[in-house]
């Protein structure tokens, strides 16, 4: 992983596949709340057999695999415009030994969509908000599903928050501050509208959404891998913890002090007692939105 060198945020981009180390480990923070996610899907399904499910945006396939797990009989179909993504989803669905029932599909879901035939559950994680026109997006899910087929969109309602307020360095307050200074940059996992509304609009049924704690196990978050260097043999919490900040650190740059921009390079710096690679304080608090929705 790149570290950062103080003062030079223009060493962090923000290309597609650059975030899949973060949505991996995003899946490992999640874990326990995407268990309660897909089941609250499953339970929607009321017994139904659900063959066929569509990922939307599957990124580097955290939804996939849940949906795979949960949905046993069924083949689900990884979206992405992304290739490298779809190469991740692949070689993820190879490494769980179940090749022949995951299937990729390269297409912009902001062009023509392919032909499929229908899809007895559609899922988008994290995917909805960057699309270009989500209604029309949402139309062509609905004429994708099979009646009575189910739609899941999952988005964040707020960044987590991953430092205490207090760091015992700068001022306190400084993961609020930068949360701040993000905003009107529109950084990647910007923030989402609600869904329910155009759900609606498009012609869904039974819309309702759901709330998630991201709370993951102390267990969950102490996993250590092994590495030679500190930032690989951090645990996930760590390692969590400083990837997503250290994506968030060029959009936050221009509305951060110079006190704030200083703390914030401490605490990414690859080493040192206050790096976020070293802390014993940090949490993972947020919370996911769920929203089902049926085709009639
Ligand atoms: C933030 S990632 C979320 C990935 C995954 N669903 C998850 O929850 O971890 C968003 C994904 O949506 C894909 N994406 C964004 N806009 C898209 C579009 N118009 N068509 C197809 N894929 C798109 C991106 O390539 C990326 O892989």
Redesign the pocket.
């Known amino acids: 992983m790149t570290q950062p060198h103080a003062h030079s945020p223009q060493h962090y981009g923000h290309d ?1 596949a650059g ?1 899949a180390p973060l ?1 991996d480990l ?2 490992e923070v999640l874990h326990e709340a995407l268990f309660a996610i897909t089941n609250t899907l499953r339970a929607a399904r009321d017994g139904q057999r659900t063959r066929r499910v569509l ?1 939307l ?4 396939g ?2 996939t695999m849940a949906l795979a797990e949960r949905f046993p009989r069924a083949d689900i179909y990884a ?4 290739e490298q ?1 779809l190469d991740l989803v692949r070689s993820k669905a190879f490494f769980r030994g179940i090749p022949e029932r995951v299937h990729t599909v390269r ?4 062009d023509v969509w392919p032909a499929f035939e229908p899809f007895d559950v559609a899922w988008a ?3 909805l908000h ?2 270009a026109d989500p209604d029309r997006v949402f139309e062509n899910i609905l004429a994708a599903l099979a009646p009575g087929g189910l739609l899941a969109v ?1 988005e964040m309602d707020t960044r987590p928050f991953v430092l205490p307020d207090d760091l015992g360095l700068g001022t306190p307050g400084l993961e609020a501050r930068i949360h701040t200074a993000v905003a009107p940059a529109r950084a ?2 910007n923030l989402h509208p609600d869904w329910t509304d155009a759900l609606v609009r498009a012609g869904f049924t039974d819309v309702a959404r759901h709330r998630f704690e991201i709370a993951p196990s102390p267990q969950a978050l102490a996993r250590f891998a092994s590495g030679p260097t500190p930032g690989e043999r951090a645990s996930v919490l760590a390692r969590y913890a400083h990837t997503s900040l250290l994506r968030l650190r060029d959009a936050a740059w221009p509305g951060l002090n110079q006190e704030d921009r200083d703390t914030l390079d401490i605490l990414l710096a690859a080493d040192g007692p206050h790096s976020l690679l070293n802390r014993g304080d940090l949490t993972v608090n947020g919370t996911r939105s769920l929203w089902l929705a049926r085709r009639p």
Request: proline share 3%; net charge negative.
């Open positions: 597609h975030i949505l995003d899946a990922d945006g599957a990124g580097t955290t939804g979206l992405d415009r992304s993504m297409a912009d879901l902001d994680s994290l995917s960057e699309v999952v990647p996992m």
